[in-house]
T-cell receptor, first 112, second 113 residues
């Protein structure tokens, strides 16, 4: 039973264009959402997060959008750079010290 | 200076053996975790410790036993290894689960042959 779903296993984008990675969740108790980036042979690294009281959070080239009614969030990267090529994991958490629940990840390839 | 370090990075062993994976964090975090990434690439929580005490134990076989001698260390011991235990195991730590997320180690790739 996947509570966090990333339905696109891979995405290919040209350098300089926008990358949009999507994530859906089923558990309405989730109130905090995060994106992680993972390079091969390394652990996931925290990228950006958003609380359920917001619908947008921006950090440089990275913006996360949250649509609570649709139980959907997305990560926008603009402009995309070759160094952004990695696997991106969406994660969610409910209040009360519950552990993060991760999606399967989307492999982003930014082509120069 | 690695924040969350795991050893070994790679581990190849035969079925039936017992092995341990060590994890140490120098961030002063109170909570540590073990996650398993299987062949389908899911990252699944196995255990969570807060200040040396077990707070979450997901449906994990009894052959897996975490040990936390102090809040900076969370080791994972696995008895009677099986083929299905082959995966990448990630250790992580956090101070506040809802602030800044978790800091992960680089993972231990376990291959059982």
């Amino acid at each position: 039973d996947q509570q966090v779903k990333q339905n696109s296993p891979s995405l290919s984008v040209q350098e300089g264009r926008i990358s949009i990675l999507n994530c859906d969740y089923t558990n309405s108790m989730f109130d905090y959402f995060l994106w992680y980036k993972k390079y091969p042979a390394e652990g996931p690294t925290f990228l950006i997060s958003i609380s359920s009281i917001k619908d947008k959070n921006e950090d440089g080239r990275f913006t996360v959008f949250l649509n609570k009614s649709a139980k959907h969030l997305s990560l926008h990267i603009v402009p995309s750079q070759p160094g952004d090529s990695a696997v991106y994991f969406c994660a969610a958490s409910a209040s009360g010290n519950t552990p993060l629940v991760f999606g399967k990840g989307t492999r982003l390839s930014v082509i120069a | 200076d690695t924040a969350v370090s795991q050893t070994p990075k790679y581990l190849v062993t035969q079925m039936g053996n017992d092995k341990s994976i060590k994890c140490e964090q120098n961030l002063g975090h109170d909570t540590m975790y073990w996650y398993k990434q299987d062949s389908k690439k899911f990252l699944k929580i196995m255990f969570s410790y807060n200040n040396k005490e077990l707070i979450i134990n997901e449906t994990v076989p009894n052959r897996f036993s975490p040990k936390s001698p102090d809040k900076a260390h969370l080791n994972l011991h696995i008895n009677s290894l099986e083929l299905g235990d082959s995966a990448v195991y990630f250790c992580a730590s956090s101070q506040e689960p809802l602030a800044g997320g978790y800091t992960f180690g680089s993972g231990t790739r376990l291959t059982v042959v």
